[in-house]
């Protein structure tokens, strides 16, 4: 697409390259390089792109950037104004009333800019200078020498600008070495591919994105991006927004830069100028680009809009923690009072204004409530505020609030414990943030007899529970009792079978190894659960690795007693399976409800 | 939020109301309303937000929309330009060269605005005026007579201006007839709330967010804006793109609207103006909301950036077609040769960019490809145009393509089955697509010897072959043998267990019904596999649907001799059992496979 802009622009050769110097007056007037670079850092590129040419005019946003950075925005503004001048870049006139240069894209804003660039003196001022156009670049820059001693010696309009601003005192040192700064910054040889990256920074709020080197602020970098647009191309502002709808900054020197905030930078060199002092066929490379790319400013996503991912409750998608088959009921029940909500994309007002009042309006049926910021990114100031109001206003109301937000987005650096902190819970996974969501609907729904999960004798592991009296008491002696560490590992991945487990007291849990690299939690299981089966009836190695959670009792009907059930009980054997696929059953259950919050997502 | 800037912004009674016709100077001076609507409607309102007051030069963005509908771009462009004058609002002066108004916010531009509507006649051009503002307002607005005829009265500057542009030709008809329209439309009278509206209109791309109703096309939207960007707020352009950032128009009766394309729209009404004419407690709020609402367009979402939502293999996460354990190692194998894209939010340029870039670094690799677009908001023209070479180069180089689009948001509304058409198949769900993929890998991947999924006679079944001889032909003859038709249904969720079915020909669907009230596929299961197992070990009822895909051939052992066997042949049923484990154990399996994939998002 770079090409077939180029292609349509190439053959356009009107206008003439600046020639007030010989410096400049001798380029390839039919030069011409178009780069796009993307906030990320690539750099798409055809043509002359690595033709070196002086930045001249172009410099003038990023040395008013650098005395921002300075001086402040208050104290650059007391200097220099923001308005479009309606004039010619080089007019000797300041605003009636304030004296002002109109803004920092003209001469006198732009040679006002310089005198505010802190140092220790000129040669330290203008290495500032340098070096912040190399942090945009993500190279160092050079002065041309040539081309700085011709601007020197023949810039006597400029000069009298200097000697003006210092008669109303604008500029409050020495006139000359301002403006001296100037022609030296004019001076700074970039190419089309440079020019590019530059741009990018500013799209990229300030970040090189080639280096990640911050070259400014982002508030700053708003400034800036502001002041091009409505003053960066001379006096074609309207027709420019109009028309392209990127900020920008052309140069005499036949370089042009755009920038669509937050995506890319556009750079375009071609030496040959209109009347208004811009590059012809950058101005038309940029209006191509514009109109093909769609990157008109106006020409917004609308994706800011939906930042909730998906929404359930902890009914619909369960914890990896195994419940009782009381607790579950509880759960199915009262688990609509207890919701996890995935945020994703950036963070901004529009998108945290649905975030709130989606969730505000199911607050008054909520005991507990996850928000998993995990897939989050940018997360701007007004919203992080409006969330904490959120969260306080739910933790007065009663409901319990915790955040999956492993990288504290919102700024939350430690799990509050406190169930009337407003800062609630932080977790770095869901899961573990669902259980917790369990936790509390179970406390407040459980029924006044039921317990959660204890500790129980072999006797009444519900296994053996359900076994007619003679088989119980058959069976129960073959079961060997031992009791695990929290953190021992039962079985690892691959090792052979080595029993069937019923577990008595305390947690297990049985883990798989992600895609991702970690290891991660398949599921929780409690008292009154057991595991091993399948392993054990069809011979095959352990799949998943169990570990003790907690310290763990259980009971084992280690392979040779199991096996040998076959020819001694073959009936009681029976039973047990039929004990097992009940288990299984209750699983498949599980897992189908799983998969059938999740259909919208397959 | 918007109550403490409507309390911060209140005590400020500085300034004072037109007072340039005795309606106007008869407002209360001190009311004041603020509005908040977002893009989907819903409008935050503070203060006297339903008191009626002439929408003045707010009217002026309005009737140049109207104006660019029904005479084009170029066609208004001819009368009006779009630079900023750097002149007061009310002054009779042209462009030296062109004689055109400077922009259509300035009265000269409005009244030349007026005269390019449509209409039969003068009221009929005025009905339309008013419809126009009435649809971005989303309910039928009304003209202030009493204002009307004072502003006409009264308004020899504005008659002047007609005369002027009479004369220079700019108008081509009756200047008068211009001229009363716009007394008209400025004397239209709408309220805060209103208002609101209407710039949540032009932020939504031109559809009124209360009805659904375009008010305006998506490009002449952006056109507005960008005027609204340059030339909206008076001789204050600079400054207010600096500190507010938002495209936005005031009026003399006090208004203030203000837009952020995409989001979200404000409005202002406080009578008392500035010396430039625009309310000062509006310019107030707004630079107030702006700040701390964070929404200079300068400060953009990066969201646009990461359009790819989730990316995998059908390795890692297979369709739910349950394969044979031999195609099943086939796709373990090479499946990392089809990939699925998940993309989501706005697909615009940067987004666009990115996608087919990550794409496009693994072309070499893959020989099967799906995009799934279900999740995507706004398809601009130019993703549109990338996503539809990516396809042309990678069906061109060998790869076949899918999306799974069932709105056709790509423009390709019918699937095409010939492999080299780069517009590719089109399916309306992942897992569908996902199978097709397999396919793909499977016929390229399987060995010679191995066969697709075949008939097969009962002794042939896996649950059967696997047994001792003697076993096998104790068994067989207790199955009973059964054709079913393709979409008969063997089982409704709630049957009672009906019997152990071994599959030998066709294709069987085991189904749910998801959480969006549509049935979604658990698996399908094909020839070598058995379902009903659990209902007839446990006695349960039947939990999961089951259909037939295709014509089916199956065996089935019913309750009655299922159970009997336990009695008489312990043995054997152990044997069985065991089996049915070792197909459990290969589900489990794939469930873990499934989860691990999906790791990162829980």
């Not at 199915?332 to 963070?347: C, F, Q, V």
């Not at 040779?560 to 699983?587: C, E, I, S, W």
Request: glycine residues 8%.
């Amino acid at each position: 697409m770079l090409e077939d802009v180029y292609a349509a622009c190439r053959d356009d050769l009107s206008g003439t390259p600046a020639d007030y110097i010989p410096e400049l007056a001798a380029v390839a007037p039919d030069a011409f390089g178009l780069c796009l670079a993307t906030a990320d850092g690539l750099v798409y590129r055809v043509g002359d792109t690595e033709t070196g040419f002086t930045i001249q005019s172009i410099s003038k946003p990023f040395t008013y950037a650098l005395a921002l950075a300075d001086r402040g925005v208050d104290g650059v503004a007391a200097h220099i104004d923001v308005e479009p001048s309606g004039e010619p870049f080089n007019e000797i006139s300041l605003e009636p009333q304030t004296q002002r240069p109109s803004n920092p894209m003209i001469n006198s804003g732009a040679i006002t800019a310089a005198s505010l660039v802190s140092g220790r003196d000129a040669a330290d001022k203008f290495e500032r200078v340098r070096r912040c156009y190399s942090r945009f670049a993500g190279r160092e820059l050079r002065m041309n020498e040539a081309v700085y001693e011709s601007e020197a010696r023949t810039g006597y309009r400029n000069r009298a600008i200097g000697y003006m601003l210092r008669s109303v005192n604008v500029i409050d040192d020495d006139p000359d070495d301002a403006v001296d700064r100037y022609f030296r910054q004019c001076s700074i040889e970039t190419t089309c591919a440079d020019l590019a990256v530059m741009a990018a920074t500013l799209a990229d709020n300030g970040v090189n994105p080639t280096t990640r080197e911050r070259a400014l602020s982002t508030s700053l970098t708003e400034r800036v991006l502001s002041v091009m647009t409505t003053c960066g191309m001379y006096n074609a502002a309207g027709d420019w927004v109009t028309t392209v709808g990127l900020p920008a900054k052309s140069g005499v020197g036949g370089g042009i830069i755009a920038v669509l905030p937050g995506q890319l930078g556009i750079s375009v060199y071609s030496p040959r100028l209109d009347a208004q002092g811009n590059s012809v066929r950058g101005v038309a490379a940029c209006r191509e680009l514009s109109r093909r790319l769609e990157l008109h400013f106006c020409h917004v996503t609308r994706s800011a809009r939906t930042a909730i991912r998906a929404d359930y409750t902890v009914a619909q998608l369960p914890s990896r923690l195994r419940r009782s088959p009381e607790d579950a009921a509880v759960l199915s029940a009262h688990g609509e009072r207890a919701r996890i909500y995935e945020l994703h994309g950036d963070l901004l007002f529009a998108g945290a204004e649905r975030t709130v009042r989606a969730i505000e309006g199911r607050a008054g049926e909520l005991e507990a409530l996850v928000i998993d910021l995990r897939r989050v990114g940018e997360v701007s100031a007004v919203a992080r505020g409006m969330l904490d109001t959120l969260q306080a206003d739910l933790v007065a109301a009663g409901c319990r609030v915790a955040l999956v937000d492993p990288d504290a987005r919102l700024g939350h650096e430690v799990s509050s414990l406190d169930p009337r902190d407003p800062r609630g819970r932080v977790f770095i996974d869901r899961d573990t943030a669902t259980e917790w969501c369990e936790d509390i609907v179970l406390e407040k729904h459980r029924p006044p007899g039921v317990q959660a999960a204890h500790s129980m004798g072999l006797d009444e592991h519900p296994m053996l529970a359900g076994l007619v009296a003679a088989d119980r008491a058959r069976l129960t002696p073959d079961f060997v009792l031992r009791t695990l560490a929290r953190g021992e590992v039962i079985a690892e991945h691959g090792d052979p079978r080595s029993g069937l487990y019923l577990i008595l007291d305390g947690r297990v849990r049985v883990t798989f190894p992600g895609t991702d690299g970690r290891v991660h939690r398949l599921v929780t299981l409690t008292a009154g659960m057991s595991f091993g089966e399948i392993p054990m009836l069809i011979g095959e190695p352990v799949v998943n690795a169990v570990v003790a959670e907690t310290q763990v009792r259980v009971a084992v009907l280690v392979p040779a007693v199991f096996d040998a059930l076959t020819d001694a009980h073959p009936k009681l054997k029976l039973a047990l399976l039929q004990r097992l696929a009940a288990g299984a059953y209750a699983q498949m259950e599980a897992t189908v409800r799983t998969i059938s919050a999740n259909a919208g997502n397959y």
